[in-house]
């Protein structure tokens, strides 16, 4: 009787490690493993199918958070569906490595042409559509939709507050809004172009983090004056970039994310920094104004409505507060 597995064997690790954490049966053939050896590999719980023909370490798949674990799912998805897909929607964010506030679908995304049909399986939706070579790329050799066109997918199908964090971001890495324009412009009759053209005009290249988007988003729902994103304020020898600015009323919105302090050794340092710097801010003459994830993503009215009562207490000044981006072109003030 032959000893039980525990362990894959070194040229499957080798494998798996050169070709980012998946494994076709055609690459398992070309480093020596026969299909009865791989069957045995998956009974022994060392090798999980993610999608038909391709296979993943199950330690690396269980151990990764949820949305890498999506991504793994969705690359292998898209290997499985031939040359003609490309990874689209979520599956297309996550294998981009672009933010996500909520968990990932329970199935991957592939679009293909149209002449090939959808389809829905076991392991992901496989939708045709109108999908120009312009909108496609590749990410570590997998096919996915260009951030354009996943944005401006998103866009349109998805909720306002999770398609703003991705148009932000893939502003942020230099993505256009022509080019989120042009890409909506192709797409003229299709359901939520409305929605879609919203957010595109919303977008801010400026936004650094899911939560400074969902901040402003409180602004932009609830009819309030929307703030400058990240723009730096001298004070003297110093100068500091705050999430959000009403250079008219001198008031600094700060989303105060865990992040900043969980699970660091330099936490009390990060704190000290953070408090001198809001000191030198109010001595300047600017008010700040701090929320959280829970109301940011989950209360934004009620966050909105504690943003208006601090925005009506702070009469707008004859001088708005200077600032200016990086090219040190500063705003024109009165």
Known sequence: ???????????????????????????MREVGITRPRLGRLVRAELLVRLAKGVYASREQ???????????????????????????AGWSAVAIRGLPAIGPPPDKPLVAV????????????????VTLPAEDR??????????????????????????????????LASGTTVEQLSRVLDTQNGWSGTRNARWVIEHADAYAESALETLGRLAFLEHDLPVPISNA????????????????????????????KYNDR??????????????????????????????????HR??????FRAVIAARVP??????????????????
């Open 137 to 170: 790329t590749l990410v570590d050799g997998c096919a996915t939709t260009t951030d354009a066109r996943l944005a401006v997918d998103l866009a349109r199908t998805s909720s306002v507050d999770a398609a703003l964090v991705v148009a932000d971001a893939v």
């Open 301 to 306: 009215r009620r966050l909105a409505e504690r």
């Open 113 to 128: 042409e149209r002449a090939v049909g959808s389809a829905n399986t076991a392991f992901g939706e496989i939708r045709a």
């Open 232 to 259: 730096w304020v001298d004070l003297g020898a110093d100068r500091f970039r705050p999430d959000h600015l009403l250079d008219d009323r001198w008031l600094v919105f700060e989303g105060d994310g865990d992040l």
């Open 61 to 87: 798949y269980e151990t990764a958070p949820p949305w890498p674990a999506f991504a793994l799912r969705s690359r292998a998805f898209t290997q499985a569906c031939g040359p003609s897909a490309c990874a």
């Open 1 to 27: 009787m032959s000893a039980p597995l525990t362990r894959l064997p070194a040229q499957i690790e080798d494998a798996l490690a050169a070709d980012g954490g998946l494994l076709t049966v055609a690459r």
């Open 317 to 334: 000044r004859d001088r708005p507060c200077p600032w200016y981006r990086e090219n040190r072109t500063y705003r024109r003030v009165a």
């Open 265 to 298: 050794l330099d936490a009390a340092r990060v704190i000290g920094d953070q408090r001198e710097r809001e000191w030198r801010l109010r001595e300047y003459g600017l008010e700040i104004v701090r929320y959280g994830w829970s109301d940011a993503r989950h």
